[in-house]
Structures are given as structure tokens and as C-alpha cells.
């Protein structure tokens, strides 16, 4: 399974960006799907899950700003991501595990100007 991160850039604080992770074959045995950011000169960290039945996790520094969601027709993981914040700023990789397995995508660059 092949992940493909898209839709970040350079948007000014107080912004709204909207990352897409695409995969290469069906999202639907996936138990859970993520997202990850690392910013530079730090460790990768947790932003945000969503299991295969809906239910959406939040690191608490995007609870209320970020939006994760899953189209399994689709085959497609987003994040929405509103009112960002400087420290947003990183590379977002997006996650995808199941039974046995997990893989991660790419990365796309996040670049919040103050």
C-alpha cells in the first residue's frame, strides 16, 4: 500500500489548509488512519485518528481547530485544519494501520507565517 500526502503550502497565521492522503489501494481494512507532524528540529509527533467506525482522536494542541476524516469510497484521509497557529508549522505525514501492519505516506510541508 502506497500513501500519497498532499495539499500543504504557505499560509499565514490565523489560515485554513486542507491535507488529503491518498492511497493506492482500498482504505477500508485499515483500522485506523492518522496523521503525524514533525516539526523541524523535532521529534514526529501525534495530530489526530480516526477508526474505521468514525470515531475521531485529537492531540489536545489541535482539539477544536482540526478536522480528521476517512472516505473509504474514496480511498482518501484528510485533515482540515483551521485558525492555524506558527507552531503548526511541519511536515504532516499521514499513517494507516492494520491488523499486522502499518504503513506511513510521504509527507507534506505545513508553513504557518506569524
Known amino acids: 500500500v502506497q500513501l500519497q500526502a498532499s495539499g500543504g503550502g504557505l499560509v499565514q497565521a490565523g489560515g485554513s489548509l486542507r491535507l488529503s492522503c491518498a492511497a493506492s489501494g482500498s482504505i477500508f481494512s485499515f483500522i485506523v488512519m492518522a496523521w503525524h507532524r514533525q516539526a523541524p528540529g523535532k521529534q514526529r509527533e501525534y495530530v489526530a485518528s480516526?477508526?474505521?467506525?468514525?470515531?475521531?482522536n485529537y492531540a489536545d494542541s489541535v482539539k477544536g481547530r482540526f478536522t480528521i476524516s476517512r472516505d473509504n469510497a474514496k480511498n482518501t484521509l484528510s485533515l482540515q485544519m483551521d485558525s492555524l497557529k506558527p507552531e503548526d508549522t511541519g511536515v504532516y505525514y499521514c499513517r494507516a494501520v492494520r491488523l499486522g501492519s502499518g504503513y506511513w505516506g510521504q509527507g507534506t510541508l505545513v508553513t504557518v507565517s506569524s
Open positions: 480516526i477508526a474505521s467506525g468514525g470515531a475521531t
